[in-house]
């Protein structure tokens, strides 16, 4: 099994809905983040949480949400879905090592 | 602040020849310094990382950057392309506090 899983791997949703992404990891990291890929502009950081009372704005903050239900699972919604936040979202933990493993992605489409 | 600038958003190599990808960082911080791979439809994949230490690093698949502070540059290089080695590079900089700051990615093309 994968150390971060996220779910779904791929969405289509409509303008206006709400969407939740999960992620979830076995790796006992305290450190959580949400990272959107769009083409040309690498990784920009949405929200990032350093424990589970710890919330943080990334970057990109506007029109997102999240949500740490444990160390093991930091969600991400959209409250009303846009078409520009049609991306290639990213979850990521880090521990000690210094760096950062993420899961496989989720491919969101905003229609 | 943090911000990193990879210079080259494809860069195409015969295989066999030298692979270059060239990253420059602003921190006013003494950096964590990172390279990511990421292959279609897959997550990122550490190629290997700076932190301390010996400025020469080593990843893996034959790939090794140098960190060099008078140039603020980490630059990614392998001396000879493989096929396999096609897919987009990332350069990243984190700090002690692990916030990470990823540049906007270099595609990598190998020909044949």
């Known amino acids: 099994d994968a150390d971060v899983t996220q779910t779904p791997r791929n969405r289509i949703t409509k303008t206006g809905k709400r969407i939740m992404l999960e992620c979830s990891q076995t790796?006992?990291?305290?450190?959580m983040y949400w990272y959107r890929q769009d083409p040309g502009l690498g990784l920009r950081l949405i929200y990032y949480?350093?424990?589970?009372?710890?919330?943080n704005k990334g970057e990109i903050s506007d029109g997102y949400s999240v949500s740490r239900q444990a160390q093991a699972k930091f969600s991400l919604s959209l409250e009303s879905a846009i078409p520009n936040q049609t991306a290639l979202y990213f979850c990521a933990t880090s521990g000690n090592g210094a760096e950062a493993f993420f899961g496989q992605g989720t491919r969101l489409t905003v229609v | 602040a943090q911000s990193v600038t990879q210079l080259g958003s494809h860069v195409s190599v015969s295989e066999g020849a030298l692979v270059l990808l060239r990253c420059n960082y602003s921190s006013s911080v003494p950096p964590y310094l990172f390279w990511y791979v990421q292959y279609p439809n897959q997550g990122l994949q550490l190629l290997l990382k700076y932190t301390t230490g010996a400025t020469l690093v080593k990843g893996i698949n034959g790939f090794e950057a140098e960190f060099k502070k008078s140039e603020t540059s980490f630059h990614l290089t392998k001396p000879s392309a493989h096929m396999s080695d096609a897919a987009e590079y990332f350069c990243a900089v984190g700090n002690n506090f692990n916030k990470f700051y990823f540049g906007s990615g270099t595609k990598l093309n190998v020909k044949p």
């Open positions: 790796k006992g990291h305290d450190r």
């Open positions: 949480s350093f424990d589970v009372k710890d919330i």
